[in-house]
């Protein structure tokens, strides 16, 4: 569910990137998640990251149940 959501912030923030390679937001991952590595639980990396709680709705769009 959290890298479903994870994910779903590139793709929102893809638009005049020709993708979802939208550079501050790969930073933003890197520096709150892949940086962080084990120093702190992937639960808190995932919301400094996305900005809120994670939740199932991207699971559930990139599974096409929604």
Same mark, same amino acid.
């Given at each position: 569910? #959290?890298?479903?959501?994870?994910?779903?912030? $590139?793709?929102? *923030?893809?638009?005049?990137? &020709? /993708?979802? #390679?939208?550079?501050?937001?790969?930073?933003? $991952?890197?520096? *709150?998640?892949?940086?962080? &590595? /084990?120093?702190?639980?992937?639960?808190?990396?995932?919301?400094?990251?996305?900005?809120?709680?994670?939740?199932?709705?991207?699971?559930?769009?990139?599974?096409?149940?929604?």
């Amino acid at each position: 569910m #959290l890298s479903a959501d994870a994910y779903a912030l $590139f793709e929102d *923030e893809a638009e005049g990137y &020709g /993708g979802v #390679l939208n550079p501050e937001v790969g930073h933003r $991952f890197w520096s *709150e998640i892949l940086a962080q &590595g /084990g120093a702190r639980p992937a639960l808190e990396s995932f919301k400094a990251f996305r900005g809120r709680e994670p939740t199932i709705d991207a699971l559930l769009r990139h599974n096409g149940m929604v």
